[in-house]
Nanobody, 124 residues
Framework: QVQPVESGGGLVQAGGSLRLSCTVS????????MGWFRRAPGKERAFVAV????????YYADSVKGRFTISRDNAKNTVYLQMNSLKPEDTAVYYC?????????????????WGQGTQVTVSS
């Protein structure tokens, strides 16, 4: 299965934490930049975090810097998003994207494979 599969979303109070996981087939994951994006109600899909194929390059949206951490386990074909100090404005559907190349990008349309998304709701 090439399509990424996300898990780990849920309902959490403000200030709480969640860890999202995304598992992809080896064919789509190996040598691929991986990104997390989110879509809040009424808004476009927005960049959250990206990690290069070897984990050496990490980039974050300004709104999540210092609170979210992206990581990957290449042996498990899995990328993670640790989300701490969650705020109500983090409420969104979170999507995992596999770029399919080693090139790093923060643009959604540069990604080839997408998961179905996982809902994160942060209550105040």
């Amino acid at each position: 299965q090439v399509q990424p599969v996300e898990s780990g979303g849920g309902l959490v109070q403000a200030g709480g934490s969640l860890r999202l996981s995304c598992t992809v087939s080896r064919r789509a994951f190996s040598g691929s930049t991986m990104g997390w994006f989110r879509r809040a109600p009424g808004k476009e899909r927005a960049f959250v975090a990206v990690i290069s194929w070897n984990g050496d390059s990490l980039y974050y949206a300004d709104s999540v810097k210092g609170r979210f951490t992206i990581s990957r386990d290449n042996a498990k074909n899995t990328v993670y998003l640790q989300m701490n100090s969650l705020k109500p404005e983090d409420t969104a559907v979170y999507y995992c994207g596999a770029r399919g190349t080693t090139m790093v990008s923060v643009l959604p349309y540069d990604y080839t494979y997408w998961g179905q998304g996982t809902q994160v709701t942060v209550s105040s």
